[in-house]
C-alpha cells in the first residue's frame, strides 16, 4: 500500500486549499482515511478521519472549517477560513480492514501567512 499525497501550499490566512490522498495497492481493503498534522514543536494530531461505517471525525479546531472526504482510494481535505495555527506537515493516513495495519504517507506543508 501507498499513499500520495498533494495540494499543500502557500496561502494567506482566510484561504482556502484542497489536499488530495491517493491510495494505490489493496484499495478494496481500506478502512479508514484520515488526515494528521504536525507544527514544529508540537505531537502529530489528528485532523480529520473518514470511518467506515462510522462516518466523519474532526479536530475541535477546524471543526467548520475542513471537509474531508473519500472516493473510493482518493481522500480529500478541503480547507477554508485557513489559519496561521493551520501552519503544518499534514501527512494522509490510511488503515486496512485485515490484516490491520496503517499505512502513512509522506506530509506535505501548508503554511499560512498572517
Known amino acids: 500500500v501507498q499513499l500520495q499525497a498533494s495540494g499543500g501550499g502557500l496561502v494567506q490566512a482566510g484561504g482556502s486549499l484542497t489536499l488530495s490522498c491517493t491510495v494505490s495497492?489493496?484499495?478494496?481493503?481500506?478502512?479508514?482515511m484520515a488526515w494528521y498534522r504536525q507544527a514544529p514543536g508540537e505531537e502529530r494530531e489528528l485532523v480529520a478521519g473518514?470511518?467506515?461505517?462510522?462516518g466523519t471525525s474532526y479536530a475541535d479546531s477546524v471543526k467548520g472549517r475542513f471537509t474531508i472526504s473519500r472516493d473510493d482510494n482518493i481522500a480529500y481535505l478541503q480547507m477554508h477560513n485557513l489559519r496561521p495555527e493551520d501552519t503544518a506537515l499534514y501527512y494522509c493516513?490510511?488503515?486496512?480492514?485485515?490484516?490491520?495495519?496503517?499505512?502513512w504517507g509522506r506530509g506535505t506543508q501548508v503554511t499560512v501567512s498572517s
Open positions: 493516513v490510511t488503515e486496512t480492514r485485515s490484516p490491520q495495519r496503517y499505512y
Open positions: 495497492g489493496s484499495t478494496s481493503n481500506i478502512a479508514v
Open positions: 473518514v470511518f467506515e461505517g462510522i
